[in-house]
């Protein structure tokens, strides 16, 4: 055999490469003079107005991939030359060289051969003699064999040389390729391309990952509605679609081609099959299925970053379904179909030969899916089309509710502790209020400062739902009593039965869903109301909406139009505050109605008490918590009602942005009582990571809230100085704002007389911690100015759950142990020392004093410099930032020099609001020092 018959020539890839790599360079040069590429970063020639606003930074990151794409191709071109030139030197060259020296070595060899057989011919000796000869024919063999061994071996290596270039060209083909749509996106068409390509583009993104998804859609519906899902097609499912089903294109895509209802018996199916796969896979389409569910109201879902849905949300409006609607305008047909889905009943053993004979409704298989998706991923929201009914009607939310009262699971001797489960691991959600819980705060990820503009309206929009949702009332009568019938005053007997009517949503929801005794335990919360209270603290937050200000706008056409632009949502944010007044308001009488609901059915103790708490509160400990976090900035509101003079119950204006909650004298009875809300929040005691130290600046509350009560006591103490601060400005005293406040303060600091020895040490324990920070002056601090903000930041960071906050021991760096016994205030007084502090350093920053003999200054003439509380101008020193001895001498130049005036009667009026109020409520005490 020859060389060539060996050693093969490569392909001659030389035109073909040539070529390609030309359509490279020239798609570079297109790119490169396309207008969006010549686009000057600085702006878009010609483009003005809002639309110029909206579309002229999506434009500039156009320009920006199409000028980086058009400098990628050379690469690729490049890499296909250099393969190119290798190729053509092995086929023009090194090959037939090879050949050359291969053949040259077989024309030796047989030479060789041949000059031996003619020397035999003329030897004198026998062949059979001639063994020297013979040793030279196989020398002369193993020489040729030697020879080509080693063109051969130059010739592999040649070859591999040029796989290796080859493989250079590929790899950056390729990489140009997932540059600029990923790896994986060419296979699936243009569309999949430009999904990838405009991922950082949220208008151009929508719509081209709009066509993908529509592409996709019908293939994922295909396999959900296949009436035998095999082992193999559920892998095959979770391995190609259910990433797909986490994002909002692909599930609005999706909605055209199935119903909540295929989702259901999809869902049922894939649980049947699940165990006959490897572990995980169903359990994994099921919670994308949950997740697919959530997005199909409309929903949020931030996990892995917020690109999709911002894209999403920017251009939702544009998005166009198959028969020419929009997505939002089929989203209304989707959620009555959701509704009956929830109320349909499924036999699991029709829909998969796995199950045996077990009946779950829509809802039930919905709460598993939502809930179990909702655990896992904490950056998934419902959204406004699961709480809102555009046509009138009742919301999937509200429906949710009204099936639950129907069923009232909650009531049977087992509650949802028992049931058909479709994921085999536990993870599962059975109380369908507990999975909609889950999915109503705000994705954990999501700031409202920073984030995109389109997410934080939507955002806004799922909130107004949920405000709404939670304002309306019960679509039932409220079994009130918990009799376990519903009764409209009818007599029994002598007795006349409570007219019992529908409720107020967010106080059904809080406590009036719940039951004990012999029948079912359950108190209204799968997880002792931290879910609930998360959503209930952010549904009821008011917030602020300041008026702009003149002086921060350099032209007044700028002021002019943020005027104009304040102006008009001046409206919805009153509307707002109205809403976020009447939940929080709702939600401590609903708390209270839990509190008031006696399950005590026992001959021998106490049922409806445990370690002396109200069941209630005890089995719902995060509820307790978050309590103080939702009802501190509505504090004006409680302690205004707690003063009796209220005759009805509900929010009452108090101007064009403001809003108070206000109830009768019956409920504020009830809060102040023995079993009041207020004595069950004295139970919250969170503990404290002291992080190895015994230094307190660095402590912080484990669970990330403080003490319930040290929020309302810290949130009364800004609202009575704010009222100070404006009666002194306007020149009056302070004598109103000390009787408004002193009802709940005093409350805070003691106790019913008949309140239970357990809720009385509580008590104790809690004041004689705030012993030590009364007496360092916590009073003084200035929680109104906040001290660099840092009481404002600590209330703010305790809804965030991030587990830092500081105690406010770290908060305001107190040390008692410095305090001589003399300065340190007896129980009994800390209430009025609190106000007290609080009304002397009002006095000193907004307060007057008068000239000439009572002036501070003539007063400090002669006083020790460590008695004098004056500055060398003749200015009163703040008072939080005196020494004890000149707060001591400002109290007595208040008291004595300036007895009578109207400084003099609002220090006086502190301790008689408190007695006053003490009285009003009954008789009170506190342990120890207070009695």
């Not at 991922?199 to 993908?212: N, R, S, Y």
């Not at 209304?332 to 077990?358: C, I």
């Not at 046509?391 to 049977?412: L, P, T």
């Not at 917030?543 to 304040?566: L, N």
Request: net charge negative; hydrophobic share 35%; with cysteine.
């Amino acid at each position: 055999m020859t060389g060539k018959d060996v050693m093969p020539l490569p392909p001659d890839i030389r035109a073909q490469a040539e070529e390609l790599a030309r359509d490279f360079e020239t798609v570079g040069a297109a790119v490169a003079h396309t207008q969006v590429a010549a686009t000057s970063p600085g702006g878009v020639p010609g483009w003005l107005g809002e639309s110029a606003d909206a579309y002229t930074d999506e434009i500039r990151r156009l320009g920006d991939h199409a000028r980086e794409l058009s400098g990628s191709f050379a690469a690729p071109a490049n890499a296909l030359r250099t393969w190119s030139d290798e190729t053509g030197l092995a086929v023009d060259s090194r090959v037939p060289e090879l050949w050359r020296r291969y053949d040259e070595a077989e024309a030796r060899y047989q030479a060789a051969l041949a000059d031996l057989r003619h020397r035999d011919q003329d030897s004198l000796l026998p062949r059979a003699y001639s063994w020297i000869e013979g040793g030279e024919e196989g020398m002369i063999a193993r020489e040729r064999a030697a020879v080509q061994a080693r063109v051969k071996a130059e010739y592999r290596r040649e070859m591999e040389r040029l796989d290796a270039s080859a493989q250079e060209a590929a790899a950056s083909v390729r990489g140009v390729l997932d540059q600029v749509a990923g790896a994986g996106s060419a296979d699936g068409g243009r569309s999949a391309v430009g999904a990838r390509l405009f991922d950082d583009m949220p208008l151009v993104d929508g719509q081209a990952t709009w066509e993908h998804a529509q592409e996709v859609a019908p293939d994922i519906a295909r396999v959900m509605l296949d009436q035998d899902l095999s082992p193999d097609e559920l892998q095959v499912f979770r391995d190609r679609y259910a990433d797909l089903l986490h994002d909002p294109f692909y599930v609005n895509a999706l909605q055209e081609h199935v119903t909540p209802q295929d989702l259901a018996e999809f869902s049922l199916k894939v649980a049947g099959t699940a165990p006959m796969v490897e572990d995980g896979v169903g359990s994994e389409v099921l919670r994308a299925v949950g997740t697919a569910l959530v997005l199909s109201t409309g929903g949020t879902n931030l996990e892995g970053g917020a690109g999709s849905q911002t894209s999403f949300e920017t251009a939702r409006a544009g998005l166009i379904t198959q028969d020419g609607s929009t997505v939002e305008e089929n989203r209304g047909e989707w959620m009555e179909q959701f509704k009956e889905a929830g109320r349909t009943l499924h036999d699991r053993s029709d829909l998969s030969p796995a199950f045996t004979w077990m009946e779950m409704t829509g809802y039930e298989v919905f709460s598993q899916l939502m809930g179990a998706a909702a655990q896992e991923n904490p950056e998934l929201a419902l959204g406004p089309a699961f709480f809102d009914d555009p046509s009138g009607g009742r919301s999937v939310a509200a429906d949710i509710v009204a099936w639950d009262n129907e069923v009232k699971e909650y009531r049977q001797l087992h509650g949802y502790r028992s049931g058909p489960l479709l994921f085999p691991d536990g993870v599962s959600t059975r109380d369908p209020l507990h999975s909609m819980y889950l999915l109503m705060d705000r994705p954990d990820s999501l700031d409202l400062d920073t984030a995109d503009a389109a997410l934080v309206a939507a955002d806004r929009g799922r909130l107004d739902a949920i405000q709404r949702f939670l304002t309306t009332d019960t679509p039932f009568d409220v079994d009130t009593n918990w009799d376990g019938e519903v009764t409209h005053g009818e007599k029994r007997g002598d007795v006349v039965m409570p007219d019992e009517k529908p409720v107020d949503m967010t106080r059904y929801l809080t406590g009036l869903r719940q039951s004990g005794g012999y029948g079912g335990t359950y108190h209204g919360f799968q997880d002792g109301g931290e879910a609930f209270g998360e959503a209930i603290q952010q549904a009821s937050e008011t917030g602020r909406y300041p008026e702009p200000r003149a002086e921060d706008y350099a032209r007044p056409e700028d002021f002019t139009q943020a005027h104009r632009s304040w102006e008009s949502g001046r409206e919805a944010f009153s509307d707002r505050h109205d809403r976020a007044t009447q939940i929080a308001g709702n939600f401590l009488l609903g708390y209270q109605d839990g509190l008031d609901a006696d399950f005590n059915v026992s001959w021998v103790g106490d049922t409806d008490t445990v370690d002396g708490q109200d069941v209630f509160g005890h089995s719902n400990p995060a509820l307790r918590s978050w309590a103080g976090v939702i009802l501190a900035p509505h504090v004006g509101g409680i302690t205004d009602s707690l003063s009796g003079l209220y005759t009805g119950t509900g929010v009452a204006g108090l101007g064009p942005d403001g809003h108070r909650f206000q109830f009768d004298a019956t409920m504020a009875n009830k809060i102040l009582g023995a079993n009041g809300v207020l004595v069950d929040l004295g139970f919250d005691n969170p503990e404290v990571d002291e992080h190895g130290t015994t230094d307190k600046s660095d402590d912080t509350y484990i669970g990330g809230r403080a003490p319930a009560i040290d929020n309302i006591l810290t949130a009364a103490r800004q609202g009575f100085e704010a009222d100070l601060r404006a009666a002194l400005t306007a020149g009056d005293s302070g004598v109103r704002a000390a009787d408004r406040w002193a009802p709940l303060i005093e409350a805070a600091f003691t106790a019913p007389e008949e309140a239970t020895g357990e809720a009385l040490r509580a008590l104790d324990a809690r004041n004689e911690r705030w012993q030590g920070l009364v007496s360092a002056g916590l009073g003084a601090v200035p929680f109104g100015d906040i001290v660099s903000d840092k009481v404002g930041s600590w209330a703010i960071g305790q809804v965030k759950d991030n587990a830092l906050t500081p105690t406010l021991d770290a908060l305001l760096s107190t040390d008692n142990a410095s305090a001589t016994p003399g300065q340190v205030v007896e129980r009994g007084e800390m209430a009025e020392t609190y106000m007290r502090d609080t009304v002397y350093r009002s006095l000193t920053s907004h307060g007057t004093f008068p000239d000439g003999p009572d002036s501070p200054a003539n007063y400090c003439l002669g006083l020790e410099s460590d008695r004098s509380f004056v500055s060398s101008d003749g200015r009163v020193i703040p008072y939080d930032r005196m020494q004890p001895s000149q707060r001591r001498e400002f109290e007595t130049y208040l008291l004595d020099t300036l007895a009578g005036t109207d400084n003099a009667q609002t220090v006086q009026q502190t301790g008689e609001a408190l007695n006053r109020a003490g009285i009003e409520r009954g008789e009170a005490r506190t342990l120890g020092g207070g009695q």
